[in-house]
Nanobody, 121 residues
Framework: QVQLVESGGGLVQAGGSLRLSCAAS????????MGWFRQAPGKEREFVAI???????YYADSVKGRFTISRDPPKNTVYLQMNSLKPEDTAVYYCAAAVGHRRRPSDYPYWGQGTQVTVSS
């Protein structure tokens, strides 16, 4: 069982930056792939970034070059550094844990409660 708690969301102007954190419980954190997803009002939840247990990272095309995912195993924490934010990045951001290098939200059994990111123009 893995419990996830996100933090770091907020209101920022376009072009600004935010860093999201996701603190995980459980002794097997390092064995999980960790993903960030987001859901805007009226839209489906979508993949943003993933970091495998071995450290490989992958990004959605819409955030590539602007967002960076990282993990700190001793702190059981995964981060999402978001730079050059755009109004279309506005959404609730969720972190999630799974095994098996998944990208679809339906393949992730463990989720945090989400944190709101709002980017004003």
């Amino acid at each position: 069982q893995v419990q996830l708690v996100e933090s770091g969301g907020g209101l920022v102007q376009a072009g600004g930056s935010l860093r999201l954190s996701c603190a995980a419980s459980g002794r097997t954190f390092s064995s999980y792939d960790m993903g960030w997803f987001r859901q805007a009002p009226g839209k489906e939840r979508e993949f943003v970034a993933i970091i495998w247990s071995g450290g490989n990272t992958y990004y959605a095309d819409s955030v590539k070059g602007r967002f960076t995912i990282s993990r700190d195993p001793p702190k059981n924490t995964v981060y999402l550094q978001m730079n050059s934010l755009k109004p279309e990045d506005t959404a609730v951001y969720y972190c999630a844990a799974a095994v098996g290098h998944r990208r679809r939200p339906s393949d992730y059994p463990y989720w945090g409660q989400g944190t709101q990111v709002t980017v004003s123009s």
